[in-house]
């Protein structure tokens, strides 16, 4: 399996940037994907998450209602619209496949990962 990320780049804050994560080497909407970030010298933490069908969505306190995860199942690709960018959203972004259907937070429940892709939004 493998998971490709893109649609980083450099941003002013209160803009906004579509990531895409597309999916080889399984049968794509069987499973939940997510996305998590990462900021220099901090933890990998959980930024949102949509399960198989694509019916069901989580995301973190610090991106509800500015982020929205969603999933073309037929094009086996998840995608993060990000809007109202924060200084405090740059962070390597990395989508993250699951091994099952349902919506989880804590990256130990992915099994894939993508190279990251970096968002920076300046102040």
């Known amino acids: 399996v493998q998971l490709q990320a893109s649609g980083g780049g450099l941003v002013q804050a209160g803009g906004s940037l579509r990531l895409s994560c597309a999916q080889s080497?399984?049968?794509?909407?069987?499973?939940?994907m997510g996305w998590f970030r990462q900021a220099p010298g901090k933890e990998r933490e959980f930024v949102a998450t949509?399960?198989?069908?694509?019916?069901?969505?989580d995301y973190a306190d610090s991106v509800q209602g500015r982020f929205t995860i969603s999933r073309d199942n037929a094009k086996n690709t998840v995608y993060l619209q990000m809007v109202s960018l924060k200084p405090e959203d740059t962070a390597v972004y990395y989508c993250?496949?699951?091994?099952?259907?349902?919506?989880?937070?804590?990256?130990?429940?992915?099994?894939?990962w993508g190279q990251g892709t970096q968002v920076t939004v300046s102040s």
């Open positions: 993250a496949g699951r091994d099952s259907a349902w919506n989880a937070r804590t990256l130990y429940e992915y099994r894939y």
């Open positions: 949509i399960t198989g069908s694509g019916r069901s969505t």
């Open positions: 080497g399984r049968t794509f909407s069987t499973y939940a």
